[in-house]
């Protein structure tokens, strides 16, 4: 079965640096566009980034661009998300998800919907 596994999360300062994996087995990674979400406690799950199969087109929310940066590695069937500069804020629940390469994932590459599987979680704490 399809299989969506993050790691990487941890207690950091504010100012420092994680690099979050997600590996991925079940299915023809290759085929699939990739998401990182978050969720902090008491709110919504938020979209953070996202890379097309190619991964020459990425997207990040405004909050995290210029900080974090969205990788994948087609080889060995794994995203990352690189960390830096993290902040308080950044604190949350961070998930991966996975995206058939479908035509309407550009509307919906932000949403939930957009994805097809999700990872568990890793938690990311950032202290003040």
């Known amino acids: 079965q399809v299989q969506l596994v993050e790691s990487g999360g941890g207690l950091v300062q504010a100012g420092g640096s994680l690099r979050l994996s997600c590996a991925v087995s079940?299915?023809?990674?290759?085929?699939?566009?990739m998401g990182w979400f978050r969720q902090a406690p008491g709110t919504a799950r938020q979209f953070v980034a996202a890379?097309?199969?190619?991964?020459?087109?990425?997207r990040y929310v405004d909050s995290v661009k210029g900080r974090f940066t969205i990788s994948r590695d087609n080889a060995k069937n794994t995203v990352f998300l690189q960390m830096n500069s993290l902040k308080f804020e950044d604190t949350a629940v961070y998930y991966c998800?996975?995206?058939?390469?479908?035509?309407?994932?550009?509307?919906?590459?932000?949403?939930?919907?957009?994805?097809?599987?999700w990872g568990q979680g890793t938690q990311v704490t950032v202290s003040s």
């Open positions: 079940g299915l023809t990674f290759s085929r699939y566009n």
């Open positions: 890379m097309w199969t190619s991964g020459g087109k990425t």
């Open positions: 998800a996975a995206a058939l390469n479908r035509q309407d994932y550009n509307g919906y590459y932000y949403t939930e919907r957009g994805y097809d599987y």
